[in-house]
């Protein structure tokens, strides 16, 4: 269960942006324009704050040659936020834009918050910044399930040891990852195809890397083009295969950004949509469709069976262990919400960082390399990880409410990717 952020601060009296003086005629299209020229100047005061930008390159540039100082990006946020407040949107359509900057805005805030040092609790901190306050299960909640994995996986050794061994054996050699995932993202493609129009000309980059903190990434280029980065660092089983090409491509990320392109950057020219601020509202949405996404294009048994028949010989593994493989993965699904009670501990000091490493072995069952990626991303994106899992209840929830029609769920997962969608729009059934 969440606690939605009801109302966003508003601050008065702050001074108007230098580069956007103010005019009796405001509107939405002025403010939209603003905050995007404030996101780019923050991106250059946080490295990644801004994940994808493909507006006009002046703009960048400008915000490159003389950013505004922390402070004053503040006051210019709060400023943009009293000037939406005082415009009274003409139709539905500018309402759910108002809404949507209002959000973004709300969340720039307390990024700025977090530059000038101050430390928020890790459910205060969720909630400026994602829209969304969590929570979280005690860690004993999930000692019931770790008691069906040792049912499931029985033997001498730590329960983490033969669950990573098992996995391990299900490994993609180096010399076959790119054939293997490049067949996973054209069917990821070819099942999102069947339900959502892709706009001529998309595509993606594939490339593999090392030395970071996730296991895939998507960084999107505008013109319909992604460069989808997959890390090496670990070992990468055969189920990722689908699980980062449906969320890093479609109907994930490219999918989403692409849409958002089409539709609102271009076909109604909202010029917001032409960046990506990585501490928003808009990553709850992003991560949460990505995650569901799976889901959504491949179904349990349906996805095994062709994993089995597609992935496995091209990875050079055994089909016939596929079954016991899958039912392995369903198990370890009931443990993702430790991950985050896990990150909340930490970061709010409860508990060390080699306690959360050693926790994370335990309550996710991996090794200790992967427990160590694990709390890296966590040191990197702090709350960023509620948007995998709390994102994705959410979105599966909205999006089956529509029924259990392919159709129709697909329908309105294509509404929740390509409209101005918060968090709080989750919560109306279609």
């Known amino acids: ?128 910044l994602f829209g969304v306050r969590p929570e979280l299960r005690p860690l004993a909640a999930y000692d019931a399930r770790l008691r069906e994995l040792e049912r499931l996986l029985p033997g001498p050794g730590p329960l983490n040891e033969r669950v990573d061994a098992f996995q391990g054996r299900f490994t993609i050699p180096q010399d076959r990852l790119d054939p293997v995932f490049r067949r996973a993202i054209a069917e990821c493609r070819a099942r999102t195809a069947r339900f959502i129009a892709m706009p001529p000309g998309e595509d993606f980059r594939l490339e593999f890397v090392t030395g970071k903190s996730w296991s895939g990434y998507n960084y999107y280029q505008g013109k319909y083009q992604s460069l989808i980065q997959v890390n090496t660092d670990l070992p990468i089983r055969v189920s990722r295969a689908v699980d980062l090409g449906c969320h890093e491509g479609y109907p994930g990320h490219h999918a989403l950004n692409f849409l958002l392109e089409q539709r609102l950057t271009r076909g109604r020219g909202w010029i917001e949509f032409s960046i990506y601020p990585l501490y928003s509202p808009q990553s709850l949405i992003a991560e949460g469709s990505a995650n569901y996404g799976i889901d959504l294009a491949f179904p349990a048994a349906e996805r095994t069976a062709w994993e089995a028949a597609e992935l496995y010989p091209l990875a050079g593994l055994p089909a016939a ?110």
């Open 1 to 128: 269960m969440i606690r939605l952020l009801l109302a966003l601060l508003l601050l008065a009296g702050c001074a108007t942006a230098p580069d956007a003086p103010r005019t009796a005629a405001d509107s939405l299209d002025a403010v939209a324009r603003d905050y995007v020229r404030m996101t780019l100047e923050l991106g250059e005061r946080e490295p990644g704050y801004v994940d994808a930008y493909y507006g006009p390159p002046e703009w960048a540039a400008a915000a490159k040659a003389a950013p505004r100082t922390v402070p004053e990006l503040g006051a210019a946020a709060a400023e943009l936020s009293r000037r939406l407040a005082a415009l009274r949107p003409a139709a539905t359509a500018d309402a759910r834009r108002r809404a949507f900057l209002q959000a973004q805005l709300t969340a720039a805030r307390t990024r700025v918050r977090m530059m000038s040092g101050e430390k928020l609790p890790f459910a205060e901190e969720a909630e400026g």
């Open 321 to 430: 262990e596929a079954p016991r493989y899958a039912a392995l993965l369903h198990a370890l699904e009931g443990l993702g919400g430790a991950r985050f009670t896990i990150a909340r501990d930490y970061l709010d000091g409860r508990i060390t960082r080699a306690r959360a490493v050693e926790l994370t072995q335990r309550y996710q069952l991996v090794s200790a390399a992967r427990a160590e990626q694990s709390v890296a991303f966590t040191d990197q994106y702090r709350s960023y990880v509620i948007n995998y899992g709390l994102g994705r209840d959410m979105v599966r929830a909205h999006v089956e409410a529509a029924g259990p029609d392919p159709a129709a769920r697909w329908k309105h997962m294509e509404r929740v990717i390509s409209e101005p969608t918060l968090p709080g729009d989750l919560l109306v059934r279609p």
